[in-house]
């Protein structure tokens, strides 16, 4: 029975926070999904009549604009490249702390 209650108390504990994240992560990324494949107006968000379905059309004009590649680009550049340069220069840092302790 102290088992149950122990399975009942994680529960309790976990339910606030995955409904925390199921609201504040999964809905949005599910309603932005939905809404790429139409022609959404900000200023008609509240009129849902307004809302027309394009389809695929939205990515097709997304690969045929050269700034998508650049901005791609960058993006590969930052993740990639930059993120290295700043773990060597932590290896660095923590190898001249430990001589700069030592003398």
Not at 70 to 80: D, G, M, P, R
Not at 81 to 94: K, L, P
């Amino acid at each position: 029975m102290k088992f149950k209650n122990s399975i009942n108390a994680a529960y309790f504990f976990l339910t606030p926070a995955l409904s925390a994240i199921f609201i504040f992560f999964f809905v949005p990324v599910i309603a932005a999904f939905i809404m790429s494949f139409t022609d959404f107006d900000i200023y008609a968000l509240g009129d849902l009549s307004t809302v027309r379905f394009v389809g695929l059309n939205n990515y097709i004009n997304l690969f045929d604009d050269p700034l998508f590649f650049t901005a791609l680009k960058n993006t590969f550049y930052f993740v990639f490249i930059n993120r290295n340069f700043t773990w060597c220069g932590n290896a660095f840092e923590f190898q001249t702390s430990k001589i700069q302790s030592h003398i």
